[in-house]
């Protein structure tokens, strides 16, 4: 059973940066995949970035060169660097774990088998 913790979360101001933590109890062997999700108010959950086992991420387009998924294995914890913030990336942000044996990662909620409580982002205009 993977169990996922999220930190980091609080309020900024627009263009203001945090790092968002994740930390997970342990980490299987072979291919899976580790994401970041956001869910605002009345909105469906939208994936943010993946990070595979093998290395390779990617990106929702609104995030793309604002936000960086990172992973230190030594830690067991994933990050989630985010600069450059906009109002509209107010959310409650979720991880995920989950696509075992994946060859690449999807950005559907209905792949990640293991989720966090959240955190919430809040960015003020």
């Known amino acids: 059973q993977v169990q996922l913790v999220e930190s980091g979360g609080g309020s900024v101001q627009a263009g203001g940066s945090l790092r968002l933590s994740c930390a997970v109890s342990e980490y299987t062997r072979g291919r899976y995949c580790v994401a970041w999700f956001r869910q605002a108010p009345g909105e469906e959950r939208e994936g943010v970035a993946t990070?595979?086992?093998?290395?390779?991420?990617t990106y929702r387009d609104s995030v793309k060169g604002r936000f960086t998924i990172s992973k230190d294995n030594a830690k067991s914890t994933l990050y989630l660097q985010m600069n450059s913030l906009k109002p509209e990336d107010t959310a409650m942000y979720y991880c995920?774990?989950?696509?075992?044996?994946?060859?690449?990662?999807?950005?559907?909620?209905?792949?990640?088998?293991?989720w966090g409580q959240g955190t919430q982002v809040t960015v003020s205009s």
């Open positions: 990070r595979h086992s093998d290395g390779y991420t």
């Open positions: 995920a774990a989950g696509g075992f044996g994946s060859t690449f990662c999807l950005f559907f909620s209905s792949s990640y088998n293991y």
